[in-house]
């Protein structure tokens, strides 16, 4: 059986630029500030425009592209680029993420939970969620579920241990629908060198 679901996601509480990854330890608190893009955050979210499409096609396909290659796709001076890709950085638009195998970190089980929530406790439960080790993914969502949420466990005994101890504890959940990944057919937005 094949179904297919769409839902607009109305809030993020927690993926994205915050990756599960940084949940797991791997860097020091230092480390990970190093790796932050340098700049303040500007006030209210960049506003993507129709010039920036080029722009966004070559980091869709290559995130490491260097300026240059930015700069023929865009038709923009370099400064140009490196002005508008640091704007759209700083104001979240766009961010880097890096795509991993969680089973190299040790988590073989991945799951999509999808949960209703109380509507009064939407928003605590969205932000317990996001604190969760076991979440790599939590929003705000409409349809049938209200909160959608990517969890992570060694096996199927650890992710039974979350749904029935840390997520089952929460007040306002109301109903948890699981499904774990078992094959992914599409995940990387790259195409893999062989």
Known sequence: MVEIRVHQLLHRFYGGPQGWILKFGALTDDQVAALRP?????????????????????????????????????????????????????????????????????????????????????????????????TAWVSATAGPSNLVVTALARDTAGLYAYLSGPLGQLEGVQHVDTAIFQRRVKQLTYPVPR
């Open 38 to 134: 340098v700049g303040e955050p500007v006030p209210a979210p960049a506003r993507l425009e129709p010039e920036d499409e080029p722009l966004l096609a070559v980091l869709e396909r290559d995130g490491r592209a260097g300026y240059p290659e930015l700069q023929r796709a865009t038709g923009r001076s370099e400064s140009s680029v490196r002005r508008r890709l640091a704007a759209l950085r700083a104001s979240g638009a766009v961010y880097t993420d890096v795509e991993y195998q969680p089973q190299v970190l040790g988590h073989t089980v991945v799951a999509a939970l999808w949960i209703t929530a109380a509507p009064a406790a939407l928003h605590s439960v969205g932000e317990a969620l996001a604190g969760h080790e076991q």
